[in-house]
């Protein structure tokens, strides 16, 4: 059986844009397993925990994930990375669309997760929103650049 960390970078692996595997990130997570993007407070969960992925795909189809520390203790699993990727795509935040920009973003980000019986049961996300929107360009006047 593979260990925590072993099953947490198959996680990263099934949403790298060059993969792309939905199916396979949703197979490692626990039947009620759930994944929470704490800024935005969205949850999803079962088979649901692939939409915030397949969204990513969307509004960054070069989505990538630059792992910089992986700490793994019994049944929890956290992983400090990097997002990283380039704004094609409408990208849906809190409050609107946000239309492709065609720039980049690198924001910090930590990911912390628990793990019951192999599988994912538990994925807290917190992700720098404001790096993320500076990056596109849609921080200092947000609501002039979404569509509704």
Known sequence: MPTNEEIIRQVYEA????????????SLFAEDGYFLDVP???RWVGSDVGQPVEALFVAFPDMHR????I??????VVVELRLQGTHK??????GGVLPATGRTFDAPCCDVF????????????YNDV?????????????DAQLLT
């Open 15 to 26: 949403a790298e844009a060059s993969v792309r595997d939905t199916a396979k990130f949703i």
């Open 40 to 42: 935005s407070g969205n």
């Open 66 to 69: 630059e792992l910089l520390q």
């Open 71 to 76: 700490h793994a203790m019994g049944d929890v």
């Open 89 to 94: 795509g409408e990208f849906h935040i809190a």
């Open 114 to 125: 628990r793990l019951k019986d192999g599988k994912v049961a538990e994925f807290r996300c």
């Open 130 to 142: 404001s790096t993320w929107l500076d990056d596109l360009g849609a921080l200092h006047d947000l």
